[in-house]
């Protein structure tokens, strides 16, 4: 079965501050590798995704995140944080093998200090 | 293009009664899921379906039951809501299992069980 652990459940941070929330997954196969975000008020949307090639990914917003397969690891990263990034965000791993279901982290929840 | 929608988007419900979440893409999308996310939790697959007629049991059916009679509609029946049962539902829905299996969401739907 895959699973998916966020390190951190809460972040807080000022503006201009650099950003990087950790996600593992467990799945010995392949698998595509989502960040998704929900501003407060709001459904979730995706930030990103990997699937394959060039491991460094990056998304909307100046978000990006790097697939390090040795570690089972898909971080995600900004180097300048937006009081406009406030919100949860969950990491997803999908199995190609697992009929299109996504296993979900628990959130993160960064809150950025103006 | 509506994308995926909810109705309703809150409901208050008392202990026993039942009541069916309404959720309906307009992408011709072939799958489509069915998770609740309770307070610092992730999402939790309730029920997925991969088309018409197809449904099966995700990672918290119990109390729940789907149906799928056409590509684009996926409701969730609650038949005797309990307390536990208060959560926030989120519909989604996905082109395929193939990749990249990226899911869009619906609103939501806040349920409070009494």
């Known amino acids: 079965a895959q699973s998916v652990s966020q390190h951190n459940h809460h972040v807080i941070l000022s503006e201009a501050a650099s950003l990087e929330l950790g996600c593992n997954y467990s799945?010995?196969?392949?698998?595509?590798l989502f960040w998704y975000v929900q501003y407060p008020g709001q459904h979730l949307q995706l930030l990103l995704k990997?699937?394959?090639?060039?491991?460094l990914v990056k998304g909307i917003k100046g978000f990006e995140a790097e697939f390090i397969k040795s570690k089972f690891s898909f971080n995600l990263r900004k180097p300048s944080v937006q009081w406009s990034d406030t919100a949860e965000y969950f990491c997803?791993?999908?199995?190609?093998?697992?009929?299109?279901?996504?296993?979900f982290g628990d959130g993160t929840t960064l809150t950025v200090k103006p | 293009n509506a994308g995926v929608t909810q109705t309703p988007k809150f409901r208050i419900l008392k202990i026993g009664q039942s009541m069916t979440l309404q959720c309906a893409q307009d992408?011709?999308?072939?799958?489509m899921y069915w998770y609740r996310q309770d307070p610092g939790m992730g999402l939790k697959l309730i029920y997925y379906?991969?088309?018409?007629?197809?449904?099966d049991k995700g990672e918290v059916p119990n109390g729940y039951n789907v149906s799928r009679s056409t590509t684009e509609d996926f409701p969730l029946r609650l038949e005797l809501a309990a307390p536990s049962q208060t959560s926030v539902y989120f519909c989604?829905?996905?082109?395929?299992?193939?990749?990249?299996?990226?899911?869009?969401f619906g609103p939501g739907t806040r349920l409070t069980v009494l």
């Open positions: 990997y699937f394959s090639g060039d491991p």
């Open positions: 989604a829905s996905s082109y395929s299992a193939g990749d990249p299996n990226e899911q869009f």
């Open positions: 992408m011709n999308h072939n799958y």
């Open positions: 997803a791993v999908n199995a190609l093998t697992n009929a299109g279901k996504s296993t």
């Open positions: 799945y010995g196969g392949t698998v595509n």
């Open positions: 379906s991969v088309g018409a007629g197809i449904t």
